[in-house]
Nanobody, 124 residues
Framework: QVQLVESGGGLVQAGGSLRLSCAAS????????MGWFRQAPGKESEFVAA????????YYADSRKGRFTISRDNEKNTVYLQMNSLLPEDTAVYYC?????????????????WGQGTQVTVSS
């Protein structure tokens, strides 16, 4: 059974940082592209970042480039999202997802497995 479990969310002041983690099990982690998406209240889900198998290829939504960094540890079956200089508009539930084919890393429909999400709240 595939499980993706996010952690690391919480309440932080604007300008602060958080590091999200997503621990995967039940799949061949090192062959998956992994992504982070988020959904704010009343808004559609949006792409945040993705990383391919080896960790060398990374993709970011333009608005997050420079503030967010995605990384992975294939030994620990874990993907991370380091978020710096957080803004109130970053408030959302953040989801990690696994993409077995690795194609279209920015497209939610390319991801076959999803975690339950972790809440990130940025206060002004």
């Amino acid at each position: 059974q595939v499980q993706l479990v996010e952690s690391g969310g919480g309440l932080v002041q604007a300008g602060g940082s958080l590091r999200l983690s997503c621990a995967a099990s039940g799949l061949s982690f090192s062959s998956q592209a992994m992504g982070w998406f988020r959904q704010a209240p009343g808004k559609e889900s949006e792409f945040v970042a993705a990383i391919l198998w080896s960790g060398r290829n990374k993709y970011y939504a333009d608005s997050r480039k420079g503030r967010f960094t995605i990384s992975r540890d294939n030994e620990k079956n874990t993907v991370y999202l380091q978020m710096n200089s957080l803004l109130p508009e970053d408030t959302a539930v953040y989801y990690c997802a696994a993409n077995p084919g690795g194609s279209s890393p920015r497209a939610a429909m390319a991801y076959g497995y999803w975690g339950q999400g972790t809440q990130v709240t940025v206060s002004s």
